[in-house]
């Protein structure tokens, strides 16, 4: 459902922004699957965690941008063409990167199914996008109407998601297990805002561009990684998804809103200083 609903907001123009102006949409897509996955890695040694709990850390690390990443962007004012591409193609390529990454980073930790992950992937993702792509296509304009509303189901969706998984885990919910990764995920989304927000400054992009690149990164289809956690895995495994579909969506909630306020008390006084936003030489480059 979330997954078809994006498809239905993707047009032709999308993919062939990809294709136009690739740099940015691939230095954010590069930028999401090597900090993520670095990060819950990272944050798996420091904090001793074992077997399905690490597994199931990395394994949301691992995950695409999050749909969640496309409202809380908007909601702060960013580049929608930017945030909309890097979405699409990490997705798209999930179906490859997760299995590779769950291999490399938690193979010690639990056996990775990589082939059939690569199959569920593909199904619980790619297949969705595409029939939602073709919808869109041939019924575009009837669907306008129902697109406005895509956000909120999404939202509902994902909180049926998390509702699901909560009913599944609620005997491992409140467990001393429970208790270590609540700051991993903290932390986990937290450095990937951090570090996705840094990245974009250092390739000197303009203040839209740098928000989308910070939702990007720092935001995880965690619906998808609960999903796979309790096929694959242990219901254990899919606490670290659960959590982290809660927090991301209570943080993003809070750094939307003030990079909004924000963002208005600099335009008014950068308006009244120059009258114009500074272009940087690296947007001139790739925008």
């Known amino acids: 459902m979330i997954l078809f609903g994006m498809g239905l907001t993707l047009t032709g123009q999308d993919f062939r922004r990809i294709v136009q102006k690739p740099v940015p949409v691939l230095l954010g897509t590069v930028a999401h699957y090597l900090i993520m996955p670095s990060l819950a890695w990272l944050l798996c040694l420091v904090f001793q965690l074992k077997g399905a709990t690490a597994a199931g850390v990395i394994l ?10 496309s409202v809380m962007a908007y909601l702060a004012g960013r580049d929608v063409a930017l945030d909309v591409s890097i979405e699409a193609l990490s997705t798209l390529l999930a179906p490859v990167m997760l299995p590779m990454i769950l291999y490399l980073f938690a193979g010690q930790y639990v056996k990775v199914p990589t082939q059939s992950l690569f199959m569920s992937t593909l199904e619980i993702v790619v297949l969705p996008i595409v029939c939602g792509v073709v919808v869109h296509t041939f019924f575009g304009k009837r669907l ?15 909180l049926a998601i998390i509702g699901a998984v909560v009913s599944a885990n609620h005997a491992n919910l409140f467990t001393a297990a429970t208790a270590i990764v609540i700051p991993v995920v903290m932390l986990h989304n937290l450095l990937g805002y951090t570090l996705g927000y840094l990245f974009s400054r250092l390739l000197r992009l303009r203040q839209p561009q740098q928000k989308a690149l910070t939702f990007e990164v720092g935001m995880q ?9 309790l ?29 909004k306020s924000h963002t208005r008390k600099v335009w008014r006084r950068w308006s009244r200083t120059t009258g114009v936003w500074r272009m940087r030489p690296w947007s001139r480059l790739m925008f």
């Open 60 to 69: 949301v690390g691992a995950c695409p941008s999050g749909t969640s990443s």
């Open 231 to 259: 096929t694959y895995f242990s219901p254990a495994a899919a606490i670290a998804s659960t959590l982290f579909s809660i927090w991301h969506n209570i943080s993003g909630s809070v750094l939307s809103s003030w990079w």
């Open 221 to 229: 289809d965690s619906s998808l990684g609960a999903t796979l956690a």
């Open 144 to 158: 306008a109407p129902v697109l406005d509303f895509l956000p909120i189901v999404s939202q509902l969706a994902i």
